[in-house]
């Protein structure tokens, strides 16, 4: 538990600087990703392609960070809340214009051998679409 902590915290320090590679230095490279509204997806190579795409269309910072740990260390969750702007259009959303939002959020871990091996993130969807128009 004592690693787990500061594992999700590099990874949100990570974000909150823009170093992917930092981020992706942090999976295993089998991680699994559970993306809010979407599909699993699995490695490395996707989580990549993921943040290639959120780093076209979005532009976010995450506040009120705050991680809990199970007693083994190898669960964790960390909610907080995501301040953005909408940067360009995703398939399938509204029209991107520079739109501002801010909304709560949550993400789900499971950590083995050091490495974050799945996350799960949540956000509510009508929120995002609300606070950007759609």
């Not at 990874?11 to 981020?23: C, E, P, S, T």
């Not at 789900?108 to 509510?124: E, L, M, P």
Request: proline content about 3%; some cysteine.
């Amino acid at each position: 538990m004592t690693e787990t902590t500061p594992l999700i915290h590099a990874y949100y320090d990570a974000f909150g600087r823009g170093d992917r590679a930092a981020m992706l230095a942090l999976l295993a490279e089998d991680v699994a990703h559970d993306v809010n509204q979407g599909s699993r997806a699995i490695g490395k190579p996707a989580f990549a392609e993921f943040l290639d795409h959120m780093d076209r269309c979005y532009r976010e910072s995450i506040h009120e960070l705050a991680v809990m740990v199970d007693a083994t260390g190898t669960r964790a969750a960390a909610e907080f809340v995501v301040e953005g702007e909408y940067l360009a259009t995703d398939a399938g959303l509204p029209e991107a214009r520079g739109q501002r939002y801010r909304l709560p959020a949550g993400a789900f871990f499971t950590i083995a051998g050091g490495r974050i091996t799945r996350v799960t993130t949540y956000y509510n969807l009508q929120d995002w679409l609300r606070q950007v128009g759609g």
